[in-house]
């Protein structure tokens, strides 16, 4: 797997998943909550 520019994880913080199965994590020294969606992740910045 490729990773996208800039979406390694520094220092997360907490996981977890929602009903449709998307992963959720917390990145805090990057400052950003990133969801990982479908069944091959992609990565999104909210």
Same mark, same amino acid.
């Given at each position: 797997?490729?990773?996208?520019? !800039? &979406? $390694?994880?520094?220092?997360?913080? !907490?996981?977890?998943?929602? &009903? ?14 990133? &969801?990982?969606? !479908?069944? $091959? ?6």
């Amino acid at each position: 797997m490729v990773q996208p520019p !800039g &979406a $390694f994880l520094h220092y997360p913080e !907490g996981v977890t998943t929602d &009903a449709a199965g998307n992963v959720v994590i917390v990145d805090s020294d990057n400052q950003r909550i990133r &969801a990982l969606r !479908g069944r $091959f992740p992609r990565t999104t910045l909210i």
